[in-house]
Nanobody, 119 residues
């Protein structure tokens, strides 16, 4: 059984940082691309970032470039999302998902972790 478990969310002040983790079990992460999505209340889910199997390709939503960094540790079967200079508009539930390529993530999803940016 494949499971993705996100952690690291919480309440942070504007300008602060958080690091999200997504731990994968039941599959070896080395064979998958893995990425992050987010969904704010009343809004559609949007892609945040993705990293390919070989780490040669990383993708970031235009609004997040320079603030968010994705990384992966295949030995730990875990992907991370370092989020800096957080803004209130970054408030959302963040989900991780895996797939063969960044273009087709969604084979499996995590349950999400809440990130709230507020003073």
């Amino acid at each position: 059984q494949v499971q993705l478990v996100e952690s690291g969310g919480g309440l942070v002040q504007p300008g602060g940082s958080l690091r999200l983790s997504c731990a994968v079990s039941g599959r070896s992460l080395e064979y998958y691309a893995i990425g992050w999505f987010r969904q704010a209340p009343g809004k559609e889910r949007e892609g945040v970032s993705c990293i390919s199997r070989t780490e040669r390709i990383t993708y970031y939503a235009d609004s997040l470039k320079g603030r968010f960094t994705i990384s992966r540790d295949n030995a730990k079967n875990t992907v991370y999302l370092q989020m800096n200079s957080l803004k209130p508009e970054d408030t959302a539930v963040y989900y991780c998902a895996i797939g063969i390529f960044c273009s087709n993530l969604g084979d499996y999803w995590g349950q999400g972790t809440q990130v709230t940016v507020s003073s």
